[in-house]
Nanobody, 124 residues
Framework: QVQLVESGGGLVQAGDSLRLSCAAS????????MGWFRQAPGKEREFVASISSPSGTTRYADSVKGRFTISRDNAKNTVYLQMNSLKPEDTAVYYC?????????????????WGQGTQVTVSS
């Protein structure tokens, strides 16, 4: 069992930055690839970014490439999502997830453990 708790969401203006954190507990963090997904009202949950373990290879959705950066600190059992140049279309609930597929998959079904989510709202 892995427990995931996200933090760092909030209300910002377009062009601002936010850093989301996801603290993991319960199992050996370095055994899991980690991912960030988001879900806007009325839309399906979509892939944002993922990071493998132990190499730290990253993958991004085209919509956030160049603006968002995923990273992990295995000593702190934490994964981060640095979000720069935020746009109103980035407004969503952001979810952290853990996968036993260490190659940083991009599909929802590859992730078994999920956090409760943190709201990010970007005003224009």
């Amino acid at each position: 069992q892995v427990q995931l708790v996200e933090s760092g969401g909030g209300l910002v203006q377009a062009g601002d930055s936010l850093r989301l954190s996801c603290a993991a507990s319960g199992r050996t963090f370095s055994n899991y690839a980690m991912g960030w997904f988001r879900q806007a009202p009325g839309k399906e949950r979509e892939f944002v970014a993922s990071i493998s373990s132990p190499s730290g290879t990253t993958r991004y959705a085209d919509s956030v490439k160049g603006r968002f950066t995923i990273s992990r600190d295995n000593a702190k059992n934490t994964v981060y999502l640095q979000m720069n140049s935020l746009k109103p279309e980035d407004t969503a609930v952001y979810y952290c997830a853990a996968s036993t597929n260490r190659l940083a998959p991009m599909t929802r079904g590859s992730y078994y453990y999920w956090g409760q989510g943190t709201q990010v709202t970007v005003s224009s």
